[in-house]
């Protein structure tokens, strides 16, 4: 019981994070129908820069922790929405209007460039921090197995569903959100309206790019540890997030990053940590077999 | 006083399939103007041409006096004209409500309640239907929709492309109807297509007939009415 509750708590952290870096990708999808494969490691650079702008406050004497990690983040994600912006505005918008797998592949082209950068200016090896936000409440103790909630567990549940709240209100009920997805049904009428939709996708890229950063953030804050290859193994599995709860759904994400986080998390506390993966997987392509749109995937009848 | 919209030897290309060939036209405030021709002839490419999608090769389009030929499509409807286009393109998954505020782009949140209650007193109809989205509503409904998204930016030129594809008699009526009271009330100035020649014809103070991407007949209205070969080849046999 204790440990089941250690692993629903494990589960709903990794969850989180993953159902975050998720929202870009279906952000994304949402307005152009396309998978950004280099979303995940605009996460992997953003928890760098996190790591970099960190370091750096350090070395000028800031060592208070809300203050430096606000002025981290603020930089962080600030460098972040630039790279959103050049990546769409260099790998993507040129291909619009070209067949449909260009992009993908210029998508994954991005993704090898970003790694390789990282690890050439940064080294391959694992970079570390030691952790900012300690403590934890301690919620039961049985057997000898004390079942812990620490407060940057805390944190990330907290972080995530404040921006899943503040996203899903910009999509719904603001103009911005009206125009990007007036662009996703129809681009050329939502130009026919006066929309600049160049300008509409760009931002798409830039807000999803911050997003991916704030992943970054919590994810460095949360295992201390990051190397360049972290943005392939996160991006895939936000990206299945993205696929099983709905793709094109913002709470459909994260639902989705919850479910892949559970499984992950009671599959390697009670079968066999090496084969994680597989069952996170598996249960992706059995609920693809019944839900082709996903958990809460849209399938509308539309009049013609 | 010089015409609202102006096209001269305006020329646009689909690939490698040149779509016109040299059209000019010309419209004036607070004029209906209708633009008739066999399917295929261009009409709808002449409507989005205007708007800069495809954008016209050769030739000049001048609205309101100034040079639009080389703008960027929303730069272009940010000068006061809107279009009902071909096929109605409302936004299917937004409710009826959402699709009117896109027209109402850029408007203070005053200013598009008032030009939604102007819609509403010429489409009841889709005041009934606020809440539901887009693809659900019946042709009509969404033939409506799409000149109300349109007339929600008041505009002053109203490019309207064959409101009248696929709707009942009745329908029609009412939507020729609406576009007559608006001209009259309004001045609202309008460029129509239509396969629909007679009913078009009727109502507009003047046309153009488009055949293969060029104009090969002008005159009004009731001049192009009485023409034996406007009879024959687009008044006669079932329109």
Not at chain 1, 194 to 222: E, M, N, P, Q, R
């Amino acid at each position: 019981m204790a440990y089941a509750l250690q692993q629903l708590i494990n589960g709903v952290t990794l969850g989180m994070i993953y159902g975050l870096i998720a929202v870009g990708y279906t952000m994304v999808y949402g307005i152009i129908g396309m998978i950004n494969f280099a979303h995940g490691d605009v996460f992997m650079v953003g928890a760098f820069l996190t790591l970099i702008g960190l370091t750096l406050l350090g070395g000028f004497g800031i060592t208070s922790v809300p203050i430096a990690l606000a002025l981290a983040f603020i930089a962080a994600a600030a460098i972040a929405a630039v790279y959103g912006w050049t990546i769409e505005r260099v790998a993507y918008r040129p291909l619009r209007g070209s067949f449909r797998l260009a992009p993908l592949i210029s998508a994954i082209g991005m993704s090898i460039v970003l790694q390789n950068f990282v690890q050439v200016s940064q080294g391959a090896r694992d970079l570390n921090l030691q952790p900012l936000i300690p403590g934890s409440i301690r919620l039961m103790n049985q057997g000898g197995f004390a079942v812990e909630l620490s407060w940057m567990q805390v944190l990330i549940s907290v972080v995530t569903l404040a921006i899943l709240a503040v996203f899903t209100w910009l999509v719904t009920r603001t103009p911005l959100g009206r125009a990007m997805r007036a662009c996703e049904q129809d681009l050329k009428m939502a130009s026919l309206l006066g929309i600049d939709t160049d300008k509409t996708i760009s931002l798409t890229f830039v807000i999803g790019a911050a997003l991916a950063t704030v992943a970054g953030l919590l994810f460095l804050l949360y295992y201390g540890s990051i190397n360049f290859f972290i943005g392939f193994s996160a991006g895939i599995k936000a990206f299945t997030a993205a696929v099983l709860g709905g793709i094109g759904s913002l709470p459909g994400a994260v639902l989705g990053g919850l479910a892949i986080g559970l499984i992950e998390s009671f599959w390697s506390g009670y079968a066999s940590v090496p084969y994680k993966n597989v069952a996170a997987f598996s249960v992706l392509a059995i609920v693809l077999i019944f839900l082709p749109s996903g958990l809460l995937g849209r399938a509308d009848v539309e009049k013609v | 006083m010089p015409a609202l919209l102006r096209l001269e030897g305006v020329t646009a290309f689909y690939g490698a399939i040149q779509a016109l060939k040299g059209v000019d036209l010309e419209v004036n405030q607070g004029e209906i103007v209708t633009l008739i021709g066999a399917n295929g002839a261009g009409k709808s490419t002449l409507m989005m041409t205007i708007c800069g999608t495809p954008r016209a090769r050769h030739g000049s389009i001048r609205y309101d006096g100034q040079d639009i030929t080389q703008l960027a499509t929303h730069e272009i409807m940010r000068r006061g004209l809107a279009q009902s286009p071909e096929g109605r393109r409302i936004f299917p998954r937004m409710t009826v409500h959402e699709n009117l505020l896109m027209g109402a782009r850029g408007h203070k949140p005053a200013e598009a309640e008032a030009a939604m209650a102007e819609v509403f007193a010429l489409f009841p109809r889709l005041k009934e239907r606020l809440a539901q989205r887009g693809g659900t509503l019946s042709g009509g409904e969404q033939q409506m929709l799409a000149i109300g998204r349109a007339l929600m930016s008041r505009p002053r030129l109203l490019l309207l492309d064959e409101p009248s594809l696929g709707l009942a008699p009745l329908v029609v009526r009412q939507i020729f109807g609406a576009i007559r009271e608006l001209n009259r009330a309004t001045g609202l100035t309008v460029l129509l297509v239509e396969q629909n020649a007679f009913q078009a014809l009727r109502l507009a103070h003047r046309g153009y007939v488009l055949v293969n991407g060029a104009i090969t007949m002008a005159g009004t209205g009731a001049d192009l009415l009485a023409r034996p070969e406007i009879r024959a080849a687009y008044l006669e046999g079932g329109h």
